[in-house]
């Protein structure tokens, strides 16, 4: 299955408005409220690269993922088939919610929710973010990444690498307990672009439905300016400021109104998957990133 990009993901609020303003005025994304009730928030010629759907609860709903066109995402159906894993095919109208062309769902073996889609509908306005954010680091590299719960750790591991086509980058075993005490690892996965991880699996549970998700400014002015907007609005901030080892992206993160957090960066490494081997990394960060602020384990 040829997986271009993470190219959106969506939560599901019991107040859309707060992610609006989140959005706007924290990460700098351009919010759109959608005619069913719902809100894209816009981060460039996409319609949305976060979209919240009204309902009961404050937590992450699913994860979208790109295909180049119709005959790849056909393919990617007929894997999904062969390999025993029930999907839906979304109508027309609500690809268009999502800005795509056509849509289908499916869960992985630890129930999170996905959704492949092929193509984009885009009026191609120029992105102008409320907060003076020039530009996402988006295009081929998508949206940035995002961290899922996987207690089935193995099995969904190999779901993701056997039938949906990810590639391991590297990975962390995280021991709560200090060593030889029980092990928590964490898979950092690619998909068919240069950026370091689109996905991360993390072995346990998780209850908002995600770790965290992340955006990627050009440059560090633009990521300083993020950290004093996430201070000046009184964001929850859930680690401090540091580089992290593996992808070299240098961020901080703080609450999103979804029950999980948003890591905010700069610099990620830009990869050549013929070059590369895996590795595991000991340690999550070359500095900083005290996640004692707020969830443990948002790597
Ligand atoms: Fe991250």
Not at 148 to 169: I, S
Not at 213 to 220: D, H, K, R, T
Request: proline letters at 5%; a negative charge; aromatic letters at 10%.
């Amino acid at each position: 299955m040829d997986i271009r990009a993470l190219s959106y993901i969506v939560a599901e609020s019991t107040a859309p408005h707060d992610w609006s303003a989140f959005g706007e005025q924290v990460i700098g994304l351009a919010a759109t409220a959608l005619p069913h009730g719902g809100v894209a928030l816009k981060a460039d010629e996409r319609l949305g690269r976060i979209f919240v759907e009204p309902g009961p609860q404050d937590r992450y709903h699913a994860s979208g993922w790109e295909l180049a066109n119709e005959a790849a995402f056909e393919q990617a159906l007929t894997q999904l088939a062969a390999a025993g894993t029930a999907f839906t095919r979304a109508s027309r109208e609500e690809a268009a919610r999502r800005g795509v062309l056509g849509l289908a769902r499916f869960q992985d073996p630890a129930g999170n929710r996905h959704e492949l889609t092929w193509g984009y509908c885009s009026d191609f306005n120029r992105f102008q973010s409320p907060a003076g954010v020039p530009r996402f680091v988006t295009g081929a590299m998508g949206m940035g990444h995002t961290v899922l719960p996987a207690p089935n750790f193995d099995e969904t591991c190999a779901f993701f690498t056997n039938v949906l086509g990810f590639g391991l980058a590297d990975l962390m075993i995280h021991r709560p307990g200090g060593p030889g005490g029980p092990e928590m690892r964490i898979h950092f996965m690619h998909v068919g672009n240069a950026r370091h991880h689109s996905l991360a699996l993390f072995e346990g549970e998780v209850p908002s439905g995600c770790v965290h998700i992340m955006f990627e400014y050009e440059s560090m002015d633009e990521l300083g300016r993020a950290l004093d907007r996430a201070i000046a609005t009184k964001a929850r901030l859930t680690a401090t400021l540091g580089r992290h080892v593996n992808d070299g992206v240098t961020s901080f993160y703080c609450a999103t109104p979804g029950g999980f957090s948003i890591e905010l960066g700069w610099g990620g490494r830009q990869m050549d998957w013929s070059t590369h081997t895996v590795f595991e990394s000991t340690s999550v960060s070359l500095w900083g990133h005290d996640f004692s602020l707020g969830f443990k384990n948002a790597t």
